[in-house]
């Protein structure tokens, strides 16, 4: 195989732009250490990353060949392989087969629920795409589809579903509404005019306070997950960063310039980065 085109295959799956690959590993890691009490099983932590390099991949690809109609109409994504013609769609259908049918293989080295729960997982991520012409709520459907692997998670370690895995999901999702809104207020303008729906369009001169509004109550449903698992100080620290990241990306999108709604979303790495940190501390030295 060509260079140029394996190098547009790796394009097409966004490895050259990973910040997605992180925003979907933050909330996997969080599940991940709470439901392994900080000692996540060696076996289901190597099945979770990879996946997750996975299916954010898939995700991609199969995202490209359902806007490969809309993406030459827009600044951003006029140059991705498909909209440019450099990967043919059938090319981006048999990546996202292949992709998919490796996540997979690694998701039946885990327990029967795992399984059973991973179709749905694999609906979410290849449907996800095509919501944003029927609804201007994707970035609603997006949290769900990166928060399965919470629930996920939990069946993979403990075999059960607890509770405490979907006060996680619901924060995830709740955050991931904050940055993806963040993200569609850099391209609004062009989504407007080609038809494509976004909370940023429904929002409208509220977005701003919508963001802030899904970033409070996920670091309140946080909270309440500190609070059921009497998680320590570290804890409850990792969230005042997060907290702090927050209020600066307010900052950044006050005037609405793309430039800077796009530094924003990146900035929610931090932000996963800082409550995950406050759980790998808190389970490390289990301070009170």
């Given at each position: 195989m060509p260079k140029n085109k394996l190098r547009d295959y790796a394009v097409l799956m966004r490895l050259n732009r990973p910040?997605?690959?992180?925003?979907?590993?933050?909330?996997?890691?969080?599940?991940?250490?709470?439901?392994?009490?900080?000692?996540?099983?060696?076996?289901?932590?190597?099945?979770?990353?990879t996946g997750v390099v996975l299916m954010r991949s898939a995700g991609c690809v199969i995202n490209d060949y359902a806007d490969r109609n809309f993406d030459p109409h827009v600044a951003r994504t006029r140059e991705r392989p498909i909209a440019a013609g450099r990967v043919s769609p059938k090319e981006g259908l048999i990546l996202f087969a292949a992709l998919c049918l490796v996540?997979?293989?690694?998701?039946?080295?885990?327990?029967?629920?795992?399984?059973?729960?991973?179709?749905?997982?694999?609906?979410?991520?290849?449907?996800?795409?095509?919501?944003?012409?029927?609804?201007?709520?994707?970035?609603?459907?997006?949290?769900?589809?990166?928060?399965w692997s919470i629930p996920m998670a939990f069946a993979a370690q403990t075999n059960s579903v607890p509770a405490i895995a979907w006060l996680l999901f619901a924060a995830n999702m709740f955050w991931s509404?904050?940055?993806?809104?963040?993200?569609?207020?850099?391209?609004?303008?062009?989504?407007?005019?080609?038809?494509?729906?976004?909370?940023?369009?429904?929002f409208g001169r509220f977005d701003r306070i919508m963001i802030l509004f899904s970033h409070i109550i996920t670091l309140s449903l946080l909270a309440?997950?500190?609070?059921?698992?009497?998680?320590?100080?570290?804890?409850y620290a990792g969230l005042v960063i997060a907290a702090a990241l927050a209020a600066y990306q307010q900052t950044l999108i006050r005037k609405r310039r793309?430039?800077?709604?796009?530094?924003?979303?990146?900035?929610?790495?931090?932000?996963?980065?800082?409550?995950?940190?406050g759980l790998l501390v808190h389970y490390s030295f289990n301070i009170q």
């Open positions: 910040i997605g690959i992180l925003l979907l590993l933050w909330p996997t890691l969080w599940g991940l250490w709470i439901a392994g009490e900080g000692r996540p099983d060696l076996l289901v932590l190597f099945v979770f990353v996540a997979f293989g690694l998701v039946l080295l885990m327990n029967p629920l795992t399984i059973a729960l991973s179709f749905a997982g694999a609906f979410l991520a290849a449907s996800y795409p095509f919501m944003k012409r029927y609804t201007h709520l994707p970035q609603v459907y997006l949290g769900m589809a990166f928060g509404v904050a940055y993806d809104t963040a993200y569609a207020m850099v391209d609004r303008e062009d989504d407007i005019k080609v038809g494509v729906k976004s909370t940023a369009i429904l309440v997950v500190g609070t059921l698992l009497r998680l320590g100080l570290w804890y793309p430039e800077k709604c796009f530094q924003a979303f990146l900035n929610n790495n931090w932000f996963g980065l800082s409550v995950f940190a």
